[in-house]
């Protein structure tokens, strides 16, 4: 406050306010804060007593901090005349409201110096002032050498004043600040005091936050509002806790007006006079606190704390009035809640520009998304969103709401854009709520994918967007949240009349078992009532998985391998999980006819188990996502020496891992598959017709008859225009229907079959396709060299594919003079005839090399050979055999092996001559037997000695059998040598006919 | 006392979630899903130098009108979700973490189990009794 010469005062004021912020102070402040350098700002007032603050005076913004004195007297006696007085007065004044912060400042010009002529020196004036008034204080008496001029040294002293002035200004602030706060905190102790109002208070603690704004320390002031923010809401939370203070009483008055806050304000007076008249509601005191700590926010350049301020007090205050048991009209806060986002984002949005909001969209999201919560709310409270529209209980409830919100601020009148507006024009009709909601439900879900937030974000009923949350909830395996999109994609399908997506949905949810009983028959129903339309054009083609799961698959014949006509039994086991049973017109196993040689199969078959039955695993995409690798080794052989060349660890189902984690189609949502449950055509089929599917396991059974080898495609199950498609089956399953031609095979029963004695042969006939009728026989040609020897016992056992023994029949065999013939009994195709038959291998008479040669060569039999092996003479018998499914004769080959090997040898002994003949046994033993003769000739001896040797013999076990002896033939030659011209001449000649009666032992 | 505890695998499907039954079960599943982004931009925020000695409590994920979610991350990037209704003031920060903590102990006795299958929803009758003790008593 100035006081004092106004004219000389008003001269100075413009510069004097201007320069005195031009320096900053260091500001030393109480209780250890760090000091700060402020820049002193002053309002100056003229000095008049009344507004000296009286006593409780609790205004720290017009607190006058400093009292300045102006005269520019330089006359002594105009000083002792009226100036020391007025100044008396003033120092009187002054103690008298115990003020202590004084300055007198003391101009003087060298004009008026100039002027007057009974001059005091200059001084004397400031020391007589100083004498007269401050005693001790020299400071505080100043003087200014002509402000006013440009001279340095009135620029110096100007410049000392201000420094003074700044020193004196801020000492006296400080005092009155600290006396103030400490004021402030005695009041705050007090709060449990009966009469303590909150209000009161407010107004106290918001004096110093207006003090710290106006010396620009936004942060001390955001401090104040803090605590009083932190304050407010104890005493709430106390209240829940049963703790009540009286003054809460006034704010919780029932909400009357929500119309959001008003931060375009820098002080809401409106509000703020509210609060002190202690009238104030909740949501008031709220609104004002919050705006205020926004401004300073925003002067403090932390827009995004706002954004987060803003969304934790209107969750706050809602939580606030429920536990303070505010009534409030059903749909208000949501109003309110409503207008408060939008306000805060308009008010954001004007302080920030547009790269800056873009950049910080997850600081704003959550007040978009908070926004478009509460006018769906809104809708639904209102009838909005109901098909019919609103009735006119809705209508009432939106008048009132309307009532509440009162008139549209001044500031906002203007903008076409405001929160007001807005609501207003939201609730005025159904096609304007939807073009709002839809508007901030955009803008909202746009952000969410801007932060990458987007597939979590569930509010929006855009189907594609339902579609990429319906994948992350797949993907992550999070049931329920599952469940509740595709109810929400069914309805969305629905209505955009896609039907076989809607159809696939639906099959999905009625094999849901989040959902109830009567949900799953709902949309179970739909899929039967589509199908029972009689569109021909209109087939649709949906996944199986979602109707039924296939479980197990059975063969019967557990090999999977039958022949023609023999039953194969497919069984399926589904399981249904529908939850109604199911009439099907048809199922039907595509299955493809694979181009292989029967039994190439056999290592394909590897998922098929002994028993017969190939395991479906469940394919849920929790398991699929963790499924196993398959491991498998693989050993490389070098193809030259089978030498091993490399080993290594394969993955038999990384094509299956990999394509989970490459793309988020996944086969498990039909939707993306769709395309590919396309039927093969031309495909063969297994078919069952008329199947009802009960709810749980089912089973199926194909039979398959055609010959082939088939791998199992596809299952189809038909219901009306529907058709359940399972478009792959994996693990691969294959069976074979083989075609097999009848084969005779003749076999000896033992090891070696030897000629010269009789021998059992074992004929095998696999009748393969061909079945035996009655008259059917064998025809054997006979041969001289191998007679066939039938007995009557001779019988033929008819034996099933399976080995086992169906029956035995005796045979009956003709001889004729060129074939035997061996009548066959009746079999079935596909069984084996076996029986045994004895024959009997001449040895032949001339088993030397070269008759043998000769006989190769010669006519006498080309169905027998001999062949010398390993020092054992073997005949090749070939017989030939016409059966009666063929016109051509078969050809089997036996092999017999002569028992002996003879050796004859001319020994000489002087002029005597004898011939040894070695008999072996090959059979047993090894065994020899030799004799010995000596030729003696009474003659001239011949040319030529023809010899036979011959053995009669008889098998071990048999003794009296009566068998063609054993011969052999040899040819004594006479050799004549000379030697030295002599006529000595060494005739060696054997004409001896041999009847040699020994009995060789055979085995 | 918390209204829905959840435990989400590394791959973010849930292995463990469990909520009051007065109260729809969907709108916690939803919840804690959406929660799961705050947690990834938690982590992500997390520099990577800081990440030996990381604090595994990540705090108040997202307040909603009616509850305060919050999060907890393990090292194996196991992430547990506490649910707690917005009304209940009287849960002070550090209740959550032990809250927490005890979560996080028995979940490692479950891991521990030979018999448990990591990956598997969470079907031991020890945790779940813990849970119990954690969760809001269903009048």
Known sequence: MSAGDQNLFTALYGSLTQQLPREPMEWRRSYGRAPKMIYLEANFVQFKEELLPKEGNKALLTFPFLHVYWTDCCDSEVYKASVKEDMQRWQAALRLHGSVDWLIAVVESDNKKKNKTNLLPRTSIVDKIRSDFCNKQSDRCVSLCDPLKESSRSQESWSSFLTKLRTLLLMSFTRNLGRFEDEMRTLREKRTEPGWSFCDYFMVQEELAFVFEMLQQFEDALVQYDELDALFTQYVLNFGAGDGANWLGSFCQPVRSWNGLLLRRPIDMEKRDLIQRGEASLLDLRSYLFSRQCTLLIFLQRPWEVTARALELLHNCVQELRLLEVSVVSGALDCWVFLSCLEVLHRIEGCCDRSQLEANTSHTVGLWTYATEKLRCLGDLCGLVSENGPNSEDLNKTVDLLAGLGAERPETVNSPQSPYKKLKEALSSVEAFEKHYLELSHAAMEMYKAIGRLPRFNITETRNFLLDSLKSYVSESWSLPLTHTRKQIAECQKQLQKMDEYLQTSALLASDTNLSDDERRHFCQEILTFASQTAEDARVALSMSSFTRLQELRFRPSSALVHVSAALQLELRLCSLMPVPVTLEQISASIHFTQEQPGSTAQKRAAQNPDGTVTFPAASPASASASALELCEILEHSPSDNVLSSAGVACRNMHLLMRQNDSATSLDTPNTALTALTLEDGAQMLRASDVTLLPGNNSIVFTSQKPGVYTLRQLCATLGQVQFILPHLYPVVQYEVYSQEPQLSIQPLTEHLLAGLPQQVKFTILTGHYSVKKGDALQLSNTDSMPVLHSSTCSARILSSSAELLAESALSIQSSEKVTSISLPVTPPYHTLEFLLEVLCHIPSCPARMESERLTNGQISRRSRTRFNSGMTLIDQKVSVDCPWSIYSTLVSLTFHVPFKVKHSLLSAGRRKFIQVCLQNLVFRQQCVFSVWELRWSSVSPVSLHCVFSAAFAPADAPDAALKPYTYDFTLERVSVSADGSDLSRVCVAAFHLSLCDIYCLR | ?139
Do not use: W
């Open chain 2, 1 to 139: 006392m918390a209204v829905c505890i959840a435990v989400i695998a590394k791959e973010n499907c849930p292995l463990y979630i469990r909520s009051v039954p007065t109260q729809g079960e969907l709108k916690f599943h939803y919840t804690v899903h959406t929660s799961l982004d705050v947690v990834e931009e938690k982590i992500s925020g997390v520099g990577k130098a800081l990440a030996d000695q990381r604090e595994l409590y990540l705090g108040l994920l997202y307040p909603t009108e009616d509850y305060k979610v919050y999060g907890y991350v393990t090292n194996s990037k196991v992430k547990f979700v506490i649910v707690v209704d917005s009304s209940n003031t009287s849960l002070r920060d550090n209740e959550i973490r032990s809250m927490f903590r005890k979560l996080h102990n028995s979940f490692t006795d479950v891991m521990c189990n030979p018999f448990y299958n990591p990956g598997d929803p969470i079907q031991s009758k020890a945790f779940d009794s813990i849970v119990s003790t954690m969760m809001v008593q269903a009048c």
